[in-house]
Structures are given as C-alpha cells and as structure tokens.
C-alpha cells in the first residue's frame, strides 16, 4: 500500500521569501503525485499533479514541484509566498490512474507573516 | 472548470439523528465519487469509494451501517449519516471523477457536521 509523509507539520514564511514543502512517498511502483491546497473550512484545490513525463511540473498560483525518485520526494516549491498562501498543503499519492484512490499526508500548515 | 457542489456546508442535529449530505458535480459525469472524512487539524481520511449504479466500496474500519452512501446517477452521491453521535461531529467532503477523462478528482468545499 502506498504512504505519504509530509515531514513539516507547520512552516513559517515571510511575504516574498521562497518556499518548500517536502514530500515523501512509499509506492512500489510510479506513483501519481498531487499537492492540494486547504484554505479554512473549504475544500481542497488542485495545484499539480504529476503521472509522468518532465520530473519539474508547473501548477497554479506560481507553485512548482519536482519528481525525484531516487528520494522518493515530490517537493512543492514557490520562488515567492504572498500572504494569501496562507492554507494547509497536502500532498497526495495514488497508485493508478482508473481509480485514483488517493492517500494524503497529514499536511502542512503555512504561515505568511509579514 | 469543474465545479463539485456539496450542501449542506454546514449542519448543527441533535444526537440520534440522520443526516444526509449531498455531492453534486455540476457541470460533467461523474462515475466515482469519493467520500472522506477530516478531523481538526489532521489529514483526509478515505471512507469510501462510490460508484453510480453499483454498491459503495467502504475502507478498513468504516461502518457501512452508519455511513450510507448511494450515488443513483452520474451527478450526485449522498452520504447519511444515520442515527448520528457526538463522536461523528466531523468535516466531511466529498470528491468526483470526469468519466473518461484524465483529469483529476475535484472536491467539494465540505460539510462541517456538529453533533450535539
């Protein structure tokens, strides 16, 4: 079964500095990687997702992540917070297409402080 | 974009009731939908997997009793919560599936469940 595990439970950042959220996972196979975003009381948001192809994806919000599997690490990165990116972060993995059952780490919370 | 439309958003019961929740896509078929559960601070938890036309397929540790789930068509699943506890007080969101296509689950924006 596959696993996830998001190392940091709370980050803080200040406004315009960078960013990085790590991701761990545990899958046999290649996984299909996803980092969601949470803002208070709603549900989750897409930013990414990575099935294959180019390692460095591009998602929304100005956020990257990179497939690494020699560290079994799927990192989200942002050159530059802004204080509306201020959620919870989830990075979640399944383990087929056709399904899609998905399994998340427990999250991480990011601060922006001014 | 997709849109997946949960209502409630919120509702407040006295203990021993049912609740029902309900997850519509509203703008494509959606022949899986997903259901999870989140408690304060912590990670979504998959309760079930629900399929149009066919039983739920429930986790480990989920009471299919307590949980009912039926998805009678391609844009909406429900989840009832029957004969509801305190200890069911939760945020409950569900999430839906483009048939044939590859994009991603959508989820809805959750229901906050407050039993008392």
């Known amino acids: 079964a596959q696993s996830v595990t998001q190392p940091d439970i709370h980050i803080t950042v200040s406004e315009g500095a960078s960013l990085e959220l790590r991701c761990n996972y545990s899958?046999?196979?290649?996984?299909?990687l996803f980092w969601y975003v949470q803002s208070p009381g709603q549900g989750l948001q897409l930013l990414l997702k990575y099935f294959s192809g180019d390692t460095l994806v591009q998602g929304i919000k100005g956020f990257e992540a990179e497939f690494k599997r020699s560290q079994s690490s799927f990192n989200l990165r942002k050159p530059s917070v802004h204080w509306s990116d201020a959620a919870e972060y989830f990075c979640?993995?399944?383990?087929?297409?056709?399904?899609?059952?998905?399994?998340f780490g427990t999250g991480t919370r990011l601060t922006i402080i001014p | 974009g997709a849109v997946v439309s949960q209502h409630p958003s919120r509702v407040i019961c006295k203990s021993g009731t049912s609740v029902k929740i309900e997850c519509r896509s509203l703008?494509?078929?959606?022949?899986?939908m997903f259901w999870y559960r989140q408690f304060p601070k912590q990670s979504l938890m998959l309760m079930a997997t629900s399929n149009e036309g066919s039983k739920a397929t429930y986790e480990q540790g989920v009471e299919k009793d307590k949980f009912l789930i039926n998805h009678a068509s391609l844009t909406l699943s429900t989840l009832t919560v029957t004969s509801a506890h305190p200890e069911d007080s939760s945020f409950y969101i569900c999430?839906?599936?483009?048939?044939?296509?590859?994009?991603?689950?959508?989820f809805g924006d959750g229901t906050r469940l407050s039993i008392l």
């Open positions: 979640a993995v399944a383990a087929n297409f056709g399904n899609e059952k998905l399994t």
């Open positions: 899958y046999g196979a290649t996984p299909y």
């Open positions: 703008d494509f078929q959606a022949t899986t």
């Open positions: 999430s839906a599936r483009e048939a044939l296509s590859t994009t991603p689950q959508h």
